[in-house]
């Protein structure tokens, strides 16, 4: 079996508890070798549509063949399936809860079976709660170094992959319609707007009251004062200079963004 991938984690485990250690734990039970980096384990509790993106956003920065183990699950125990994908970076292992469906959006599913043969978990009775020890952690470790995906369990549709969908982008000839996708933790509010859409055109954003500047860099705009800009991600988002503007504009994740062209 080859033994030179990489093991991508990402929870909502933080890191005051053992569980993200224990995690490590067993994946070094099975190949003591492999190279686990850890994407983030600070993802909100059980925000689904945060780990999405957070993968989304991720996967594109590691080499081929790396396999993610993402546990943000709020089903665990219930009868939600565990699940493995192949798709063409890699494999996806976690709960099938719709946390894949960004990256599957944009790389679709090869294949993908359901997790359930239990002589490659860490225990074959698994807790009710921590199904990132007792089965994903040790699933991926297998996978990365070289077993094959339908060792794991049978195969499923993959049009029955649960998916999380976001609001659509709707499209004008001056103006775009979307949605705020994630917070980071500097308060910065992400949209599903794509830079690609905006093109030379000059944008703001009409929002509680008040009119938003599309500009390229913070220092545009004076300390305090907020605007909107290509994030490294791609993306539109929306920042203050200099301060938080999740706290200062009162938005939360899913809801609708206006984009106007001047």
């Known amino acids: ?40 384990h600070e993802i909100p509790p059980q925000d689904l549509i945060a780990a999405r993106f957070a ?8 080499p081929e063949n790396t396999v993610y183990v993402a546990v943000v699950d709020p089903g665990v125990g219930s009868d939600r399936r ?7 970076h890699g494999w996806l292992v976690g709960p099938d809860n719709g946390i894949f469906s960004g990256i599957l959006d944009v790389s679709p599913a090869i294949k993908a079976v359901e997790l359930n043969n239990s002589q490659y978990w860490l225990i074959p ?20 170094q ?10 499923i549709a993959l049009e029955s992959l649960a998916t999380l969908s976001l609001t659509e982008l709707r499209v004008g000839e001056t103006s775009i319609a979307g949605c705020i996708q994630y917070c980071d933790r500097f308060g910065n509010l992400v949209t599903n707007i794509p830079a690609d859409l905006l093109g ?11 009119n938003i500047p599309v500009v390229k860099t913070y220092s545009d705009v004076a300390i305090a004062k907020p ?36």
């Open 1 to 40: 079996m080859s033994k030179n991938k990489i093991v991508a984690l990402l929870t909502d485990f933080g890191l005051q508890d053992v569980y993200v250690g224990v995690m490590k734990g067993a994946i070094a039970k099975i190949n003591p070798q492999l190279q686990v980096i850890d994407l983030t």
């Open 55 to 62: 993968l989304l956003n991720a996967y594109r920065y590691f």
């Open 82 to 88: 565990g699940i493995a994908i192949q798709f063409p």
């Open 125 to 144: 009775n698994p807790s009710n709660t921590f199904h990132g020890r007792d089965i994903f952690a040790t699933v991926g470790a297998y996978l990365a």
């Open 146 to 155: 070289g077993l094959s995906l339908e060792s794991l369990g049978k195969t």
């Open 200 to 210: 030379g055109q000059n944008w703001q954003i009409e929002i509680s009251g008040q």
């Open 227 to 262: 605007l909107a800009l290509v994030g490294s991600h791609g993306y539109l988002e929306i920042a203050v200079n200099g301060g938080n503007a999740q706290q200062d504009l009162q938005l939360k994740v899913g809801e609708i963004i206006l984009l106007l062209s001047e």
